[in-house]
């Protein structure tokens, strides 16, 4: 809720608090900065929850951070490229009407899980060679 929120309203935030309180222009670079990194660090703890608790095994935080990694970095960078992609090269309004902004949607989402799903199967190959002592 807190990454969505600094995402989305980040900037309107650091604006009021900006005027609200008649800080100094170098308050706005930080408040970027802060929000950015604050996002990065939630969106990582998020993953490195999902990847301890959500298989089978018990794992602990130091073997899954890999991949975590992999998933934080990977989900960004995926994410900007299809949004560029999205605004500067695709018109799914104009072929799909109204539809469209459910298959932006949708193929969004579908790239996210594959971010995941790499990261949580380097994970699970690192675990292999681990175990096998590779």
């Given at each position: 809720?807190?990454?969505?929120?600094?995402?989305?309203?980040?900037?309107?935030?650091?604006?009021?608090?900006?005027?609200?309180?008649?800080?100094?222009?170098?308050?706005?670079?930080?408040?970027?900065?802060?929000?950015?990194?604050?996002?990065?660090?939630?969106?990582?703890?998020?993953f490195m929850l999902l990847y301890c608790l959500a298989p089978n095994k018990?794992?602990?935080?130091?073997?899954?951070?890999?991949?975590?990694?992999?998933?934080?970095?990977?989900?960004?960078?995926?994410?900007?490229?299809?949004?560029?992609?999205?605004?500067?090269?695709a018109n799914y309004s104009a072929t799909y009407g109204s539809i469209g902004?459910?298959?932006?949607?949708?193929?969004?989402?579908?790239?996210?899980?594959?971010?995941?799903?790499?990261?949580?199967?380097?994970?699970?190959?690192?675990?292999?060679?681990?175990?096998?002592?590779?």
């Amino acid at each position: 809720m807190t990454l969505s929120l600094l995402s989305v309203f980040g900037n309107f935030i650091g604006n009021f608090i900006y005027f609200y309180f008649d800080l100094e222009v170098h308050f706005l670079r930080f408040w970027d900065i802060t929000r950015y990194g604050t996002s990065v660090l939630l969106l990582f703890i998020l993953f490195m929850l999902l990847y301890c608790l959500a298989p089978n095994k018990k794992l602990r935080c130091r073997e899954v951070y890999k991949g975590t990694i992999f998933a934080v970095i990977g989900w960004i960078i995926v994410s900007y490229l299809f949004s560029y992609y999205v605004d500067h090269f695709a018109n799914y309004s104009a072929t799909y009407g109204s539809i469209g902004g459910v298959i932006v949607l949708m193929i969004w989402l579908y790239l996210s899980s594959m971010i995941l799903i790499l990261g949580g199967e380097i994970n699970a190959t690192l675990q292999w060679f681990k175990k096998n002592n590779i």
